[in-house]
């Protein structure tokens, strides 16, 4: 009997990798893109978090949305895509822990996620989707990424 | 000799990946810093402490604004020559206020002129609002006093919950002067 190629649970696994990725990938590019444009505005949403000393607010201010963007074009790489995914979840880790101290603190602010034009405040919703998306991004470490590779009806019949 | 369909791409090591997009976020990073420098923003000064340190208001445009801690802000409490910026809702405002304050809407686009007025005169601004939910109102009133020219402008670190959960008087009732302030 022929039909449609049926595809494994591994293969729909790898299909949720890349989704997973893509989206991590065009948030980072996007958010990265963003800071870059107006370094200062983001520097000054670093500085009012009050965790790094002065001194290293203007190199984070450049070095964080550089990262996002190298780690963003990573993910969509598939011989780098592991290792990004890696530091997106030590990065989404670190950003959930900068808000909660600063909610903990009773500091309000612009959390700086989205740089200076999309501004939105820091919230306990915001940590909870920043530890949810950073899981996220280390679940899909965990995996090598190869293509799903749709099975030959004939292999579905043997499987089956 | 028939190749494997599922033959693995190469593969680099975790520790080389990470190593490598490392190394060239640090290199792009250098770059970009050496081409446009170091990003400009106002940072800390004068009497702030690492912990009541400085502080930007995200819309302040650069404008530099600092905390008070509630201690602080307390020692301050019934000099004349301080005033108090209650930035919450008015129910809320009138539930329990620090003594003295006067109230303004946050949301209003601009400040009233006897508000300004107030602020220009006093030596110290303390403005505060409910830490818990959208205290950006309290920096954005602060930002907007010392942009038209109060001279020492703070914000109350935690605002009115940090102020009472410090053991520190609150007043309730209505806003005497806020009807000119409004």
Not at chain 1, 76 to 90: F, H
Not at chain 1, 101 to 123: H, M, N, P, T, Y
Request: charged share 15%.
């Amino acid at each position: 009997m022929t039909g449609a190629p049926a595809i494994s649970a591994s293969s729909l696994t790898s299909v949720a990798h890349w989704l997973i990725r893509i989206g991590l990938a065009a948030l980072f590019l996007w958010t990265g893109a963003q800071k870059l444009l107006e370094p200062g505005a983001f520097a000054a949403s670093i500085a009012n978090y009050r965790v790094l000393p002065e001194l290293l607010v203007g190199a984070a201010a450049i070095g964080l949305p550089v990262l996002e963007v190298v780690i963003g074009l990573a993910l969509l790489v598939p011989l780098y895509a592991r290792g990004a995914a890696v530091i997106v979840a030590v990065l989404l880790a670190v950003f959930a822990a900068a808000m909660a101290q600063s909610k903990l603190r009773g500091i309000d602010l612009d959390c700086g996620c989205f740089g200076a034009e999309q501004q939105s405040q820091v919230s306990w919703l915001k940590v909870t989707v920043n530890l949810g998306l950073a899981m996220l991004a280390a679940w899909t470490a965990r995996a090598r990424l190869s293509l799903p590779t749709p099975k030959k009806p004939s292999d579905a019949t043997a499987a089956g | 000799m028939k190749a494997n369909p599922r033959q693995r791409a190469p593969v680099i090591s975790l520790k080389a990946q990470l190593l490598r997009l490392l190394a060239v976020a640090f290199v792009a990073s250098a770059g970009l810093a050496a081409v446009r420098g170091m990003p400009q923003f106002r940072a800390g000064s004068g009497s702030a402490t690492a912990e009541t340190g400085a502080c930007v208001a995200p819309d302040s445009g650069g404008f530099h604004v600092q905390y008070i801690t509630p201690g602080e802000a307390h020692a301050l409490l019934g000099q004349p020559s301080v005033a108090f910026v209650d930035c919450r809702p008015l129910q809320d405002f009138e539930a329990g206020h620090v003594a003295g304050s006067v109230h303004v809407e946050a949301e209003a686009s601009a400040l009233a002129p006897t508000l300004l007025e107030l602020a220009r005169a006093a030596a110290t601004v303390v403005t505060y609002c409910d830490a818990q939910s959208e205290c950006e109102r309290s920096l954005r009133v602060a930002t907007l006093l010392a942009q038209a020219g109060a001279g020492d402008v703070r914000v109350l670190e935690g605002g009115m919950p940090a102020w009472l959960s410090e053991g520190f008087p609150a007043q309730s009732g209505s806003c005497q002067d806020c009807e000119s302030q409004q």
